[in-house]
């Protein structure tokens, strides 16, 4: 890479300025100021509002699987409940299933 060569190239956001550096997300070339260091490289904002969202990805799964969690505690909770019920009713009344059959 040549000065002229970097001379020639303008930031992307700024056409008046000259571009310090490329991004290696998009490829444009952008000026110090347009760019973020992430992960020992420059990315222009854009790609790091990409790679945030990216990100913030594993958080939304995080939630689903909170409410997985919760529906299957509640299902869990009404098995036992469901459960104990059913023990209950048989050992407090052996004829449980004769009425059961009389219900239908
Ligand atoms: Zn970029
Ligand atoms: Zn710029």
């Known amino acids: 890479m040549t ?4 001379a020639k190239r303008r ?8 571009a310090a550096c490329r ?14 260091e992430h992960d020992e490289r420059l990315l222009c904002s ?5 790679l945030t969202g990216s990100i ?3 958080s939304r799964s ?3 699987r909170t409410l997985a969690q919760a529906v299957a505690g509640i299902v869990a909770a009404f098995l ?7 023990l209950t009713s048989m050992v407090v009344s052996p004829s449980h299933e004769v009425r059961a059959w009389h219900a239908r």
């Open 62 to 64: 995080a939630a689903l």
């Open 46 to 50: 854009r790609c790091m509002a990409q």
């Open 23 to 36: 991004c290696p997300g998009c490829g444009f070339d952008f000026c110090r100021e347009c760019v973020t």
């Open 11 to 18: 930031c992307r956001n700024h056409i008046e300025r000259q």
């Open 80 to 86: 036992f409940f469901f459960l104990a019920g059913e």
């Open 3 to 6: 000065p002229s060569s970097v």
């Open 56 to 58: 913030q990805e594993p």
